[in-house]
């Protein structure tokens, strides 16, 4: 937090490590209110829920050196439409198809990909997995082009399920869609 002084008083609260309390005190200050008398006349103030945050993950390894704070990490990075896929696949078992997942998201109603734009959008995930996951070669993601299916090593299934937990409860810490020109 910051407080600027000058003709009037400017503050900068930083959600991610600020507070609500730290806020609300620095808020009241700033317009002369004395905030131990503001917080004595509510004497049942509810207690701060704690707002999960990739911190709370675990850093033991699941498989291959990856851990829940690398996959959450790898889900809050990858582009939408490949966190979608990502979050279809976790649905399905870990496996689908190519056709599963292009029809799908054909016609989805939030996340639409034309079928011959998976692929593309899927690239993300590779591009992520260099900068994120661990040293060794492990994928996220196999692609059998044989098979024509996409699949997800079992021992990542429960790990990535928490972190879409945690990116369900905390959306503000994932990459959004790139702003249309």
Do not use: C
């Not at 620095?26 to 004595?40: D, K």
């Not at 972190?163 to 994932?174: G, I, K, V």
């Amino acid at each position: 937090m910051e407080i600027t002084k000058g003709a009037g008083v400017q503050l900068t609260i930083d959600t991610q490590t600020d507070t609500y309390e730290q806020a609300i005190a620095a808020v009241q200050a700033a317009y002369g209110l004395n905030p131990a008398a503001v917080a004595s006349g509510w004497p049942d103030a509810p207690e701060l829920a704690s707002r999960p945050g990739p911190e709370t993950l675990s850093g033991d390894v699941l498989w291959e050196d990856w851990t829940d704070r690398m996959l959450f990490d790898t889900l809050a990075s990858v582009l939408p439409g490949a966190r979608a896929v990502l979050r279809r696949l976790v649905e399905l078992g870990g496996t689908a198809s190519y056709d599963e997942i292009q029809e799908h998201f054909a016609d989805h109603p939030t996340t639409p990909i034309p079928q011959n734009r998976i692929g593309g959008t899927l690239t993300s995930i590779r591009a992520v997995r260099q900068r994120i996951g661990p040293d060794n070669r492990s994928k996220l993601l196999e692609l059998d082009d044989r098979r024509r299916i996409y699949r997800i090593e079992p021992a990542l299934m429960e790990g990535l399920k928490r972190a879409y937990d945690l990116a369900d409860a905390r959306p503000d810490l994932l990459r959004q869609e790139p702003a249309s020109p």
